[in-house]
């Protein structure tokens, strides 16, 4: 068994184990009767509408090989919600349909960031980005956030420190997971004037741009300010707005001078997205507003639950998410949050996700996700609580 461990690419070897995925993994052992606030989802299946839309293209035999970059209809949908969402036209074909946000994300950064090559990558972090980053053999470097006036910041500073010779593209993701960090217009526009500067990628990760809690229709964009040689590429996922995180169907959104690359990536990864959960997704975003907006009002109820909850707590500090739908905050104190994460599961019932799944400045921190219901987060917190006073 060694000797054929050893004969992997060492890229592939290096690829980090998930704490997320060892939690949750140890909670389902478990059996039933966890609260499972580990995952970036929420507790409801995905709409009947939706789902009847992929029925019944199954049932029509809508089951052949397809346009690798996705069916005309989908990409018609996708630059349709993009023009309501942002107010000005998009062409479709700017629009490439994808087996997942998480393959959006692999083929955004084979685009970009060669062998040895560096990617920059603001953190705490979801770290499926390093991840994806390791394994084609690129160096994933860590640019360490921090906490100041009850937020996370990011600066240009810190960015700057991080750069080397090597660095060719930078992975923003915002609003944030794990941290809830949603970056300002101004912060956006720095950002964008120093990739430009040093000829940097960025690849633009604003799935959560929806769940925003500073009192906007949706977090600031790239989009918003971007011109069209920039060199951004954008990810999108149909996960998180419309409860369809099991169907692993995404998008990425990318200059058109880029349809010939992107349409060979997909061609020699997967070929193409099914079709019949295609046209769950054409429905999904032509139909489904309503949907999206009750996930973004669970979501906020949710907030508010977590945010009564750790507010006031001596060994906690928390800076409340100024977007997506996760609580990432810190116990004074706790020397593991692998173990705390264990322990939560085996005395309270419920699954957390540890901070250091997010980079080792993660350590002594602890994520929750709450688009959950009001009953069942209440349930989860109360539980997270009792257990942190028995810390001391």
């Known amino acids: ?14 690829t980090p184990i998930s704490g997320i995925i060892r939690t949750a993994n140890y909670g389902r052992a478990k059996g039933p009767g ?30 052949f ?22 107010g000005r036209p998009f062409d479709p074909d700017t629009f490439f349909v994808t087996g997942s946000g998480m393959q959006a994300i692999q083929l955004c950064v084979a685009m970009t960031v060669g062998h040895d090559e560096e990617i920059l990558i603001p953190s705490p972090s979801w770290p499926n980005a390093t991840g994806a980053s390791t394994v084609i053999g690129a160096n994933p470097v860590a640019v360490p956030m921090r906490e100041a006036d009850g937020r996370w910041v990011l600066t240009v500073e810190d960015l700057e420190r ?32 120093f990739a430009r500067a040093h000829e940097l990628w960025i690849i633009a990760d604003e799935i959560y741009s929806r769940f925003i809690w500073t009192g906007a229709e949706r977090a600031p964009s790239f ?21 369809m995180t099991g169907w692993r169907m995404g998008w990425i959104h990318a200059p058109l001078a880029l349809r010939q690359t992107l349409e ?13 959960m295609q046209r769950a997704g054409v429905v999904a975003l032509t139909e489904g507003e309503w949907f999206v907006k009750s996930m973004i009002e669970r979501a906020r109820i949710g907030r508010d639950i977590v945010t009564e909850a750790l507010s006031g707590r001596n060994r906690v500090t928390f800076a409340p998410p100024d977007g997506a739908f996760y609580a990432f905050f810190k116990v004074a104190g706790l020397e593991s949050s692998q173990q705390a994460a264990f322990a939560l599961i ?19 921190y602890v994520r929750v996700c709450f688009l959950r219901s009001k009953d069942s987060l209440t349930e989860a917190m109360q539980g997270i609580v009792k257990y942190l006073e028995t810390l001391g």
């Open 65 to 86: 090989y397809t346009h690798s970059r996705g069916i005309p209809e989908l990409r018609e949908a996708l630059a349709g919600y993009y023009e309501t969402q942002f």
């Open 34 to 63: 966890i609260i499972p606030l580990w995952a970036g989802e929420g507790d409801l299946p995905t709409p009947r509408f939706i789902a009847e839309a992929a029925a019944k293209a199954l049932y029509d035999g809508e089951t």
């Open 346 to 364: 085996d005395e309270a019932s419920v699954g957390t996700a540890p901070g250091t799944a997010f980079g080792d400045i993660g350590e002594g």
């Open 264 to 276: 060979n990536l997909i061609q020699y990864s997967t070929s193409g997205t099914a079709v019949f």
């Open 162 to 193: 991080a750069m080397t010779p090597k660095t060719r593209a930078i992975f923003v993701n915002s609003p944030a997971n794990p941290t809830g960090w949603t970056a300002t217009q101004e912060e956006m526009e720095a950002i964008l004037a």
């Open 1 to 14: 068994m060694g000797d054929l461990l050893a004969a992997v690419r060492p890229a592939a070897q290096r």
């Open 223 to 243: 989009l918003d300010i971007a011109e069209p040689d920039d060199r951004i590429l954008w990810v999108g996922t149909f996960s998180k707005n419309w409860a």
